[in-house]
């Protein structure tokens, strides 16, 4: 198992990731942003139906189409030499720095701790009677679970069947499906964390969460 | 006397009247609120008698300015009236006109749509010693003094459609209905029955209702008014609003401003006098039938004095509706004619019993139809010459006594002869089978795989259009003359590949190969690529959009939209044929000031109507696009709602099969009234079909909402409409459905 405080520190010691911007396909690229230390933003509204900042513009066939901006950050380099120029599909234009939201430093921890165990097919589960009980009355933090026990039902039209737990020994950290929806086959059922491991955890995420510094 | 509440009505008036006027009237708001605040000073130093004297002189001032300022309200001091919480609201009215009633489905926020009331109330006459109760049934939107719950009279789809249900309990009862529109606008939700089609149903329903239904106008907004407002009589409060939409949002379109700004004040005040929309304007173009006169700045819940007015103006109403369809009449009718030049009515003085037999009621739904279709017809231009005109309505008398021997003499009578014909046929068949049989072959006739072929498999629309053999008199869209490639909308999700522009809007006729998203084409693709070769034969082509309102700058717009399109109006209506099928089409179109419906469109698209049902034609509407109701004509433009409503309802019951098909964006007025009331409504694929656009809603309800709202697929799962075509595959589709719907011999029942 990891260390927890260590994995945060690799992350607070760069705090942000570097993302490159490829051209999709060939052609003409015009670039839209000014230069460095532009401030570029992600695709908003409820549903994400705005596009991002602008970037630049690839012309093909007299079709100019827009590379529109995935991920809020700042603008660390611009391939300018580029501008006007013919590229072939996957040229470099452009070099991107995002830094972490609380939330994505919270879920890198937790993706590389946590072991996350998915559902095997399209349907709806439930815990067992006796998990069940238990996570109801004292949360799921508190279900201590190990390999080859029997843990879910699976329910799918009318047809229910139990589901084994495989994976190694720990306490549920968290709980991703709910009693009314369908869950599609790949998707995590729970998240399992070590028992030694869950204190730390916990520290490191009420850490995360109050100590973070988000940059806008 | 209680000094200290008619202080405070006082100070409520005071109040009133600042909010109506604003900064504008503030000379007299500061003399009021001076002379209110002298007599608190004064009043508690002084005697009961002299309180009591101050008291009257300051209401006498009062009296006096509001007296003063009536005459210099602008139609947007109007609309502040009606949306004032002072206001009266359908259960004050209902409270003091009728002498009874009892709410249906309603308590408060209790209700299923709260901002749509329903009553069953009585109105009691006394006729010597006679007392009769006549019972009629009240619905209309309750605004409320400001309860945030009745969303300020704005009707969701389920309120209407209650009200269409006690429209008919009404019918079945045979009472009369009083409608009360107070609404700003309907709700603009499209979940199910959907804001759109329930008005369409309401209005369909409506133009034949077998009981008069009169109509009193507060706040009529559009198409939330229309939904209820379909009336023999149609009266209007003097200081309420009729409109095709509010003033604020013509602002907002006349400025150009984005969504979340707000549009300039002059701005709004200009537009609300450019809409005409006030009583003396409504009744000067005919919209509605009489003003009733309310108090110096509109009425409020303590006028009782114009409450009693209005429930004899309600009364007279509903006796002349009675008597103008009834046999004997003649001296009642005589008198209300007689009364209706009083300035105030005595109607309780006669009896007129509120209900009617079959003939009586086939003669009102008859009336209600003719006043409809003579309304608006002096708001468009018509230059057809008068040669033609003659020619016109000769062919049409023609048609006329044609269809009546084909369909209705020779009809009845072949009928018969045709069943005797039939069933002994199958007799004869019986008996000649019993007898041959020993004599026939076995075996059945053989049918070549060709037929068999066309009549069990399903076509393809991936095996190409209808482009294929004479290709030079199909329509190529100029977006498919350039050399470039075009993107999908949908590349992101669905990793489509740029198309070639002369493939994608010429071979592929503006379908994304990898996809399926369609391409908006133009009008003219339809027209030529769907329809039988040279067989369009365009009439009415005279019947030009005018600016009957005088709108400032309107004149020019529309010239400009002539010029480019080539068109007159946004509606073009032609006879044509399609694999042979005659059809009479009636074609919104978009690239014409959006596609909008005023007068002229209205006018023709109930000629063409009226073609289709005299020459015994299907009739399709092809609606290329559609913003709504052009704003720029007021009510001229909103009263085609229910005209051509009507128009279609009485070619429908004629017999007529009526057929929709939705391309590009098809929104607002037209799509709640005459397209939604269609049985049968297609939609082509990546079409947006709904009530209000995104920015309506947003700003109306506040409320985002998905980007796929109003797509095709969404209206077919919210049962809006009945089917999504392929473009390619429109004419294969549109000869089967005229075929499956209309029947084996095509059309009439």
């Known amino acids: 198992m990891q260390d927890v405080k260590a994995i945060l520190e690799q992350i607070k010691a760069s705090p942000y990731e570097e993302v490159e911007v490829l051209a999709p396909h060939c052609g003409v690229v015009e670039f839209k942003v000014s230069g460095e230390g532009t401030k570029v933003l992600a695709p908003s509204g409820t549903w994400k139906e705005k596009p991002g900042t602008l970037l630049a513009t690839l012309e093909r066939e007299r079709n100019p189409r827009p590379i529109t901006c995935g991920r809020k950050g700042v603008v660390q380099k611009v391939h300018a030499h580029l501008n006007g120029k013919f590229v072939e599909a996957g040229t470099p234009l452009m070099v991107l720095r995002h830094f972490f939201t609380k939330d994505e430093v919270t879920q890198q921890i937790l993706k590389k701790v946590l072991f996350l165990f998915p559902a095997p097919e399209r349907a709806k589960y439930y815990f067992t009677p006796e998990t069940d009980k238990k996570v109801k009355v004292s949360g799921c933090q508190s279900v201590k679970i190990k390999d080859g026990m029997e843990l879910f039902i699976v329910s799918r039209m009318k047809r229910e069947k139990p589901l084994t737990y495989m994976g190694p020994e720990g306490i549920i950290y968290a709980v991703y499906f709910s009693h009314d929806m369908n869950v599609d086959a790949g998707q995590p059922l729970i998240s399992v964390c070590p028992e030694s491991q869950m204190g730390v955890i916990r520290d490191v995420v009420n850490r995360v969460q109050s100590d973070w510094e988000e940059r806008d | ?749």
Not at chain 2, 262 to 273: H, K, M, V, Y
Not at chain 2, 335 to 342: P, S, T, V, W, Y
Not at chain 2, 424 to 453: C, H, N, W, Y
């Open chain 2, 1 to 749: 006397m209680d000094i200290e509440k008619s202080i405070q009505e006082l100070a409520d008036r005071l109040q009133y009247i600042q909010d109506i006027f604003g900064a504008s009237k503030h000379e007299d708001v500061a003399l009021l609120s001076s002379k209110l605040a002298e007599f608190r000073a004064r009043e508690t130093g002084a005697g009961m008698a002299d309180k009591v004297k101050m008291l009257s002189q300051l209401e006498d001032l009062f009296v006096f300015v509001e007296k003063k300022l009536d005459p210099e309200l602008t139609p947007m001091d109007k609309v502040r009236i009606v949306r004032h919480p002072q206001r009266i609201t359908l259960k004050d009215i209902l409270e003091f006109c009728y002498d009874n009633y009892t709410e249906i489905g309603g308590q408060d926020e209790y209700s299923i749509d709260p901002s749509m009331l329903i009553a069953r109330a009585y109105i009691t006459r006394r006729q010597g010693d006679k007392v009769h109760n006549q019972p009629v049934m009240v619905i209309g939107q309750e605004k409320g003094h400001g309860q945030e719950f009745r969303n300020g009279g704005s009707v969701k789809p389920w309120g209407n459609a209650k009200a269409l249900q006690y429209m008919k309990v009404a019918e079945t009862e045979n009472i009369p209905i009083h409608t009360y529109v107070f609404t700003p606008g309907a709700f603009p939700v499209e979940d199910y029955p959907g804001a759109a089609q329930q008005i369409a149903r309401n209005l369909y329903e409506m133009a034949a209702l077998r009981v008069p239904v009169i109509a009193c106008f507060s706040e009529g907004g559009s198409g939330g008014a229309e939904a209820i407002a379909l009336a023999d009589t149609r009266l209007m409060l003097s200081h309420g609003y009729y409109s095709v939409i509010s003033p604020e949002g013509a602002g907002a379109i006349e400025s150009g401003i984005r969504q979340g700004q707000r549009a300039p004040a002059e701005l709004i005040d200009a537009c609300a006098t450019r809409l005409k929309i006030t009583a003396e304007d409504n009744l000067r173009m005919g919209y509605i039938d009489r003003v009733v006169q309310e108090p110096p700045l509109g009425a409020r819940p303590y006028h009782y004095d114009f409450f009693k007015r209005l429930r004899q103006e309600m009364m007279m109403a509903t006796d002349e509706a009675m008597l103008s369809v009834k046999g004997m009449n003649f001296i009642r009718a005589k008198a209300i004619k007689r009364r209706k030049q009083a300035a105030l009515a005595d109607a309780e003085s006669f009896f007129v019993r509120w209900s009617l037999d079959e003939r009586a009621a086939d003669r009102l739904v008859w009336k209600r139809y003719s006043k409809f279709r003579n309304m608006a017809k002096n708001a468009c231009v018509d230059k057809t010459p008068a040669s033609r005109r003659m020619a016109d309505s000769l062919q049409q008398m023609s048609w006329s006594t044609y269809s009546y021997l084909r369909y209705e003499f020779l009809r009845t009578y072949g009928q018969k002869v045709k069943h005797l014909m039939e069933e002994a046929e199958a007799e004869v068949r019986v008996v000649a089978e019993r007898v041959l049989r020993p004599f026939k072959r076995s075996g059945a006739k053989k049918v070549d795989t060709q037929t068999i072929q066309k009549l069990t498999e399903l076509s393809c629309a991936e095996d190409g259009i209808c482009l294929d053999g004479e290709g030079e008199s199909f329509y190529l869209s100029p977006k498919g003359r350039e050399d470039k490639s075009v993107t999908c909308p949908n590349a992101a999700t669905h990793g489509c590949l740029d198309l070639w522009a002369p493939d994608l809007f010429g071979d592929f006729a503006g379908v994304c190969q990898y996809c399926g998203h369609h391409f908006p084409m133009e009008y003219q693709w339809f027209m030529h690529n769907v329809l039988d070769k040279n067989s369009v034969m365009e009439f009415a082509q005279d019947v030009e959009a005018g600016n009957p309102l005088d709108y400032p700058g309107f004149d020019q717009k529309l010239e400009e939209a002539k010029k480019k399109n080539k068109l007159k109006s946004s509606c073009v209506t032609f006879e044509t044929s399609i694999e042979g099928i005659k059809v009479v089409v009636g074609m919104l179109v978009a690239p014409f000031r959006g596609g909008t419906v005023g007068a002229a469109e209205g006018e023709k698209f109930i000629r063409a109507l009226s073609r289709a049902r005299k020459k015994h034609y299907p009739f399709l509407a092809y609606v290329h696009g559609t913003a709504g109701i052009r704003i720029q004509e007021g009510t001229n433009g909103v009263i085609q709602m229910p005209r051509a409503t009507m128009a279609v309802r009485r070619y429908i019951e004629a017999g007529g099969l009526y057929l929709v098909l939705y391309d590009t964006n098809s929104y607002a007025g037209p799509v709640a009234s005459f397209l939604g009331c269609s049985p049968y409504q297609f939609s082509v694929r990546s079409a947006n079909i709904g009530f209000a656009g995104p920015g309506v809603i947003k700003e109306t309800t506040g409320t985002d909402i998905p980007p796929d709202y109003h797509m095709a697929y969404n209206a077919l799962a919210r049962g809006h409409i009945q089917g999504i075509w392929d473009r390619r595959e429109i004419r294969n589709n549109l000869v089967q459905a005229f075929q499956i719907i209309g029947g084996r011999n095509l059309y009439y029942r």
